[in-house]
């Protein structure tokens, strides 16, 4: 099983980015996705979230109009599209596969960081 994220770096305040979470070895259509972040000293929080089948997305307050959730199942692979890039969006992020069905496992990437500076 992985879950492999891609696409940050280091970007300008009211820049963009689009961050990548390759899943393979788990039924990928079958489990709602997330992404996460944690920035230096702080704890680790829900950013966006999109159900198994895309229907359905989620966006935390502070990237409202700014961030994109999706996703592609045939590819297997979610999407965090993140425009107008602020500071305080610097911050390693996460990609979460949530199972629909409680008696599969959940999974983690690794992340990767991005950094909003001038």
């Known amino acids: 099983v992985q879950l492999v994220e891609s696409g940050g770096g280091l970007v300008q305040p009211g820049g963009s980015l689009r961050l990548s979470c390759a899943a393979s070895?788990?039924?990928?259509?079958?489990?709602?996705m997330s992404w996460y972040r944690q920035a230096p000293g702080k704890e680790r929080e829900l950013v966006a979230a999109i159900t198994s089948d895309g229907g359905s997305t989620t966006l935390e307050d502070s990237v409202q109009g700014r961030f994109t959730i999706s996703r592609d199942n045939a590819k297997n692979t979610v999407y965090l599209q993140m425009n107008s890039l602020k500071p305080e969006d610097t911050a390693v992020y996460y990609c979460?596969?949530?199972?629909?069905?409680?008696?599969?496992?959940?999974?983690w990437g690794k992340g990767t960081l991005v950094t909003v500076s001038s």
């Open positions: 070895g788990f039924t990928f259509r079958s489990y709602h």
């Open positions: 979460y596969a949530q199972p629909v069905h409680s008696y599969d496992m959940d999974y």
